[in-house]
T-cell receptor, first 113, second 109 residues
Framework: NAGVMQNPRHLVRRRGQEARLRCSPM?????VYWYRQLPEEGLKFMVY????????ESGMPKERFSAEFPKEGPSILRIQQVVRGDSAAYFC???????????FGQGTRLTVV | AQSVTQPDIHITVSEGASLELRCNYS??????LFWYVQSPGQGLQLLLK??????LVQGIKGFEAEFKRSQSSFNLRKPSVHWSDAAEYFC???????FGAGTRLTVKP
């Protein structure tokens, strides 16, 4: 059973471009969480999704950021018109239900130049 | 507000010494609590978890944590630290999957 897969591992975007980060949860997991980690900082919750539904997006910036977890395929975190301040590591975690521990991917390191 | 707090940003211990990392929670009901470890450039690995029952929880890599309701704490301990334990440690609550700010552990030779 493969773990949580995130790709790409590293992503470089120029200011103003779009960044798409993908997260394939573990098999049988229908709950996905996204976090952002800035250099030398902790994990900041962004959004919690269950298949086809956004459960909690209280940590998402109001503009430019969106997330989805379709019925088929990976969860996508999309950042439009990236700025330098978006440079960070973005981690995805998944769990089989709402009340169990989450397993993390290796993260996508986004660099905006 | 519900939250998890890790009071210590950075801790340095000598190899072989004991370790205790603090975690305090602020939730109305007893939260489900976790400790994760993050090695440099890596994702997070679950060390241990507390849902209910025995308040002393054993985890991987020789770590344990004790849930103390009276102190609203879930501190992580290890009797003898190894150089490979140098990493960032995060406490988290399942209720909302929020994490503490993390504690960076440095191990001196």
């Amino acid at each position: 059973n493969a773990g949580v897969m995130q790709n790409p591992r590293h992503l470089v975007r120029r200011r103003g471009q779009e960044a798409r980060l993908r997260c394939s949860p573990m098999k049988g997991h229908s709950h996905v969480y996204w976090y952002r980690q800035l250099p030398e900082e902790g994990l900041k919750f962004m959004v919690y999704l269950q298949k086809e539904n956004i459960i909690d997006e209280s940590g998402m910036p109001k503009e430019r950021f969106s997330a989805e977890f379709p019925k088929e395929g990976p969860s996508i975190l999309r950042i439009q018109q990236v700025v330098r301040g978006d440079s960070a590591a973005y981690f995805c975690a998944s769990s089989p239900t709402a009340n169990t521990e989450a397993f993390f991917g290796q993260g996508t390191r986004l660099t905006v130049v | 507000a519900q939250s998890v707090t890790q009071p210590d940003i950075h801790i340095t211990v000598s190899e072989g010494a004991s370790l205790e990392l603090r975690c305090n929670y602020s939730y109305g009901a007893t939260p489900y609590l976790f400790w994760y470890v993050q090695s440099p450039g890596q994702g997070l690995q679950l060390l241990l978890k507390y849902f209910s029952g025995d308040t002393l929880v054993q985890g991987i890599k020789g770590f344990e944590a004790e849930f103390k309701r009276s102190q609203s704490s879930f501190n992580l301990r290890k009797p003898s630290v190894h150089w490979s334990d140098a990493a960032e440690y995060f406490c988290a609550a399942l209720n909302d999957m929020r994490f503490g700010a993390g504690t960076r552990l440095t191990v001196k030779p």
